[in-house]
């Protein structure tokens, strides 16, 4: 983590209702405040102002002391996994639908001021990495934010396969799939599928059958430095496919191993001083207020 911001990335959804409007708004008010701005290429096509520097979405982790996300958690996720490496620090303004990693509305970009002058809470969310061989040959790896998710192939059809933590093994499934969530994925596609939510300090990950054959099969949590190793059954009719983060598919063989464990790099996520974890879940799944008894 640097001192300070003096560089800052942005990246935006160009495409999602104003996110253009905000776009141009965050670098107006940026280049008054005299800090030094790159703009990912595709993003900086919606720019009024067309001298900016311009930088390729793969190259802006290493080139910027803060990246700034315009649009929803998709965006912000989809923008995480290009700097994850690097471990850029990424703040969310949010244009999308529930914004559960993107916390500064629009109308509140003097909040931004704050946090680059080193007035933000600093939040480090773990991510997923999993690996798939077959014969001891790799055929597919990738990294997950929220959750790596065992799902079925063209033909929808029940999946069996066999989970093991650390080498014990823990049961065998025959369901549609199966979702492995972080915390910070716990309140995404697990949490659809029936799984609790996690608070995203915990060291935790969470296990949420999809449409288990038997009613006994529930989610579970277990410790997030544990190795999750996933046995795809070779009797299978139809193969399953691994999703990491709804990105693109890998494809699974008769009888391959999936390892999932914790990443070494995290998501740096900064938030202003004001964030409320429990006022988001609030907000976003429309939880109660807090009722004023009087005695």
């Known amino acids: 983590m ?6 800052i990335g942005i990246i935006g959804r160009v495409k999602t209702s104003g996110v253009k409007e905000t776009l141009n708004t965050l670098v107006d008010y940026l280049l008054h405040l005299k800090y030094n701005i790159i703009i990912e290429k595709e993003t900086a096509e ?8 311009t930088i390729d979405r793969e190259h802006l982790g290493k080139n910027c002391d803060l990246l700034i996300v315009i649009g929803g958690d998709g965006s912000l996720l989809n923008a995480a996994h290009t700097v994850i490496n690097d471990e850029t620090p990424v703040l969310g303004i ?32 773990f991510l997923l990495t999993s690996i798939i061989k077959s014969d001891h040959t790799v055929i597919g790896t990738d990294d997950a934010l929220n959750e790596v998710a065992l799902i079925p192939g063209a033909i929808p059809h029940m999946i069996e396969f066999e989970i093991y933590i650390d080498d014990t093994f823990m049961c065998s499934h025959a369901s549609d799939g199966l979702i492995i969530a972080t915390p910070t994925g ?9 799984g609790p939510i996690l608070h995203p300090q ?19 949590v ?7 190793r996933i046995i795809v059954s070779p009797y299978n009719t139809t193969l399953p496919r691994l999703s990491c983060d709804g990105r693109e598919y890998i494809n699974t063989v008769a009888g391959c191993h999936i390892t999932i464990r914790k990443k070494i790099e995290s998501l740096h996520l900064i938030h202003p001083l004001d964030y409320n974890y429990y006022e988001t879940l609030r907000s976003k799944l429309h939880w109660g207020k807090k009722l004023h008894y009087t005695e």
């Not at 640097?2 to 560089?7: D, H, I, V």
């Not at 277990?222 to 999750?228: C, S, T, Y």
């Open 222 to 228: 277990i410790e997030g430095n544990r190795e999750i």
């Open 2 to 7: 640097p001192a300070s911001f003096n560089t």
């Open 94 to 125: 949010n244009r999308g639908s529930l914004g559960f990693l993107t916390d500064i509305s629009p109308s509140e970009l003097e909040k931004i001021k704050d946090i680059l002058a080193g007035k933000f809470i600093l939040e480090k969310r």
């Open 46 to 53: 919606s720019l009024h102002n067309l001298h900016l520097q």
């Open 202 to 220: 915990l060291d935790a990950i969470v296990l949420v059958p999809m449409f288990p054959h038997s009613l006994n099969h529930r989610p579970i």
């Open 186 to 194: 716990s309140t995404a596609y697990a949490l659809s599928g029936g």
